[in-house]
Structures are given as structure tokens and as C-alpha cells.
């Protein structure tokens, strides 16, 4: 399954049920493949479900994807971490820090 695709998956499940876990536009979450197969193989992309939704397909490289969300407590190294690879580190960090409350200074 692609990373657009599962993304898509978990925001309809989320429309159909409505119990506010996901959302789009506030919920980060990590895009991983082929971790370990090298530098030219492996891709790492960070940003929102709908960041990561909206994102070509091609730029996640070839399977076997994983699709990473993240919890609601969230350690500033991990958002320094992770913003290297943000498709919009702007969003990436005002979203860690305004919704999932992480301190940042």
C-alpha cells in the first residue's frame, strides 16, 4: 500500500466513525521506505496526513512503505529530528508545537 493511499484510508475511516483522533490537517506523521537499503534507495518524508496525502506518489520511492503517526506526546528532539524531512517545516514545527503542545525553545 502507498503512503498516499493509506493516508486516505485513515482520514475516511475517520469521517465515517467521527471519534476526532485524526484530522488532516493536525495530525504529523512519518513516511518511511526502504530504510536500510541505502542512500539511494531509502526515503524519509514527514508532514501532515493531508501533507503526505497531497505529496507525489513518486517521492516516497519504491515499496514496502511504512506510515509512522505520531502520538500525542512528542519530545522536541523528535520534532528537530523529524523536521529535516518535512515536506513544509514551517507547518511541521507550529503543528508540534500549537496542537501537540511541545516546547520548543
Known sequence: MSIPTAASQLLET???RKEGILAADTTLAIALS???GGADNERIVA???RELLDHPVENYGDPLHSLVI??????HLEVDFAEAFAIN????RSV???VYKCSLE
Open 14 to 16: 475517520e469521517e465515517a
Open 34 to 36: 526502504r530504510v536500510g
Open 47 to 49: 508532514g501532515t496526513l
Open 70 to 75: 505520531v502520538g500525542r506526546r512528542l519530545h
Open 89 to 92: 517545516p514551517t507547518t511541521w
Open 96 to 98: 508540534a508545537k500549537d
